[in-house]
């Protein structure tokens, strides 16, 4: 057991350092990179939570799709001779009180709560569960979530569309 | 090991950062970043419930829903942010404050 409490606290360390490094991080290709490794590490927080399929569905769409997402946006928004992406900050301070005081909020009521909580039962077949949760009890949101993502697609191709063609449709 | 209160102690580490990095990063892809960065944490706190005090697997069906709406999210902002690009020639959030088209 504990062989694997270190590998817990290494992920938990990945997922926090790495956070760290996208928050305070003065490079953006920087930053990207270190977003990808507080991912991969809250992928393993999902997997000692014994979510396989959400861990999979992790890798998936956040390092797979939203990531390569952000990496186009700084490479296009960007020019490629500007090796050194620097991006400033402001309210540095102010920002960090703030949100100091919202973690000492958060982290008091998680310490001090008394949770329902059982110990942690195993959880077998997610993939099973969710598949039937997803087309019985949930499945307006689900319909809902699809129609969101088509909307989602044209509205993203219309918007990044280069506004030449706009007088020969009109 | 596998407690509770660590993984909302994580979760809340993620939320401040990525609070801060929305309040205090002036690139618009930085501020985005924040974004996905508390969509995690909200995340590790739904699958850190399921396990230890739920008796269903909603919390799993509910990040589901959560990293779909991120995903739409990305794309349609980093649209959003090509286009401010394409019109001001830079993306820091404060340059871009006018409101006429």
């Known amino acids: ?170 | 090991m596998n407690h509770l209160v660590v993984y909302l102690i994580v979760s809340a580490i993620l939320f401040a950062l990525g609070l801060l990095a929305v309040v205090s990063r002036r690139n618009a892809i930085a501020v985005l970043m924040g974004v996905e960065l508390i969509l995690n944490s909200a995340n590790i706190n739904f699958v850190a419930f399921t396990k230890f005090s739920a008796t269903t697997l909603d919390g799993h069906i509910v990040a589901i829903f959560v990293i779909i709406a991120a995903a739409a999210e990305a794309a349609v902002a980093l649209a959003i942010v090509l286009n401010i690009y394409n019109n001001y020639k830079t993306i820091n959030v404060d340059d871009a404050a006018s409101l006429r088209g």
Do not use: C, H
């Open chain 1, 1 to 170: 057991m504990l062989f694997g409490n270190l590998i817990f606290y290494l992920f938990v360390a990945i997922t926090v350092l790495s956070a760290g490094v996208v928050v305070f991080s003065n490079k953006l290709t920087y930053a990207v990179f270190a977003l990808l490794f507080t991912f991969f590490g809250v992928a393993g927080l999902y997997v000692f939570l014994e979510a396989d399929f959400l861990a999979a569905v992790q890798l998936l769409i956040y390092v797979g799709g939203v990531l390569v997402l952000l990496l186009f946006g700084v490479m296009l928004t960007n020019k490629i001779t500007d090796v050194r992406i620097s991006q400033g900050s402001m309210n540095r301070v102010i920002g960090g009180l703030i949100a100091l005081g919202i973690f000492g909020i958060l982290a008091y009521v998680a310490v001090t709560t008394v949770w329902n909580s059982s110990g942690g039962r195993s959880i077998s077949e997610t993939v099973n569960t969710i598949g039937i949760l997803l087309m019985t009890k949930w499945l307006l949101p689900f319909e809902v979530a699809s129609v969101l993502l088509l909307a989602a697609l044209i509205g993203a191709a219309m918007l990044a569309r280069r506004p030449r063609s706009r007088r020969e449709s009109s």
